[in-house]
């Protein structure tokens, strides 16, 4: 079966602090998260923007028609939006951005317009309180650099289709109600952004986290059902783990790797794998510490499978190893919130196999065995 994707976060590259994970960057790319750690503006210091040329436009307008109030080095994101974007010499090319009325200046990328979900009931209120789907035509961190291909384009994509749209959200509510709202809270995690065709600095993604925003990127399109889900509970982990080590989440973890094989050592990153196109297999596993080859890229790559398939599927965490790092994931999520027990997982999963087996199919796919046909 056809893999896209992977290189994760970890070891990618973050940008404005998006994670890019897994699945998406086997046919891709980098990912968004490690290489630029830094993810938000206390991190990166101050930004300069040369104090000659701050000078707004079309405050209050929606057009802006003032082009020579354009600092140097920037370039708009659009006529009519009021963000300006540079590439920072000094941090590798970094984007960061300007407001043409405001002033403000973050490293973090802008969001695009995003319209709420409508009230479909089968998608629970909660996420749709979180859920929100683009609304422009398309929307990047960047425009792309005629003169430079591999220029930085940030977290890019376009609006989504109705029919995936519902279709997805319709497969991640019961996903979404597995964590309770204090959970998301409390790891920072505001909102799910609802989109196609996401790339991250032109590397095609099906899900980017923005660790600095507290986002996840969610492209709708055509994906197996189970990797939705998958993928889904996949980069929550990354968001949960930075906010647990911020961008020490790639460093050495004792509490961990006591349950890895004597000597082992991680490996450069999931984007290291979008070229194995077997690696996301059970079958694929070195040894029983590991679910599958994938999770040997490193050690956040390691949590995140773990994770996904405590979510989804647990009798693949069938080794004394595992389940053990399964239980030191379920005693961080526990810390973060009592809520997210064990017993009230299951039980939130068990209520919904019934309420929704009959039109979802839910949770009977999850018996098969594998993480995913491919990597997230
Ligand atoms: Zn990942």
Request: charged share 25%; hydrophobic share 30%.
């Amino acid at each position: 079966m056809k893999r896209l994707c992977n290189p994760c976060c970890p070891a990618g590259a973050v940008s404005s602090g998006a994670i890019g994970d897994a699945e998406e960057y086997r046919d891709g790319g980098t990912s968004t998260r490690g290489g630029d750690s830094s993810n938000d503006d206390q991190e990166l210091g101050p930004l300069r923007v040369q104090p000659s040329s701050r000078t707004a436009s079309g405050s209050g307008t929606t057009v802006y028609t003032d082009q020579a109030s354009i600092p140097q080095n920037f370039v708009e994101l659009g006529p009519d939006n009021p963000w300006l974007v540079c590439r920072s010499p000094a941090h590798g090319g970094k984007l960061f951005w300007l407001h043409r009325t405001t002033q403000e200046t973050t490293w973090r990328q802008p969001l695009p317009r995003l319209m709420p979900l409508p009230k479909w009931s089968t998608v629970h209120a909660p996420m749709r309180e979180t859920a929100f789907a683009v609304i422009d035509p398309i929307f990047y961190g960047a425009p792309a650099d005629p003169i430079d291909p591999k220029a930085r384009t940030g977290i890019c994509g376009k609006q989504p289709l109705p029919a995936p749209l519902r279709k997805t959200c319709d497969t991640l509510s019961p996903e979404h109600q597995l964590y309770p709202k204090r959970f998301f809270d409390r790891v920072g995690i505001k909102r799910f952004v609802m989109c196609e065709d996401l790339k991250y600095n032109g590397q095609r993604r099906r899900d980017v986290p923005d660790l600095s925003s507290g986002t996840l990127y969610i492209d709708v399109g055509d994906r197996a059902v189970r990797r939705k889900r998958h993928s889904f509970h996949h980069e929550l982990w990354h968001m949960v783990d930075y906010h647990l080590l911020g961008n020490a989440f790639e460093s050495h973890d004792a509490e961990w790797c006591e349950h890895n094989p004597r000597g082992f050592n991680y490996g450069n990153g999931g984007k290291f794998m979008r070229t194995d196109s077997s690696s996301s297999q059970l079958s694929s596993s070195p040894s029983p510490e590991f679910l599958n080859r994938y999770s040997t890229s490193s050690i956040a790559e390691d949590k995140a499978e773990v994770w996904a398939s405590l979510m989804c599927y647990q009798q693949v965490l069938k080794t004394p190893a595992l389940q053990a790092k399964a239980a030191l994931l379920k005693k961080r999520a526990l810390n973060i919130c009592s809520e997210m027990d064990e017993r009230c997982v299951c039980a939130r999963r068990v209520k919904m196999c019934v309420t929704l087996m009959g039109f979802h199919g839910f949770g009977l796919e999850h018996a098969q065995a594998g993480t995913g046909e491919e990597h997230e």
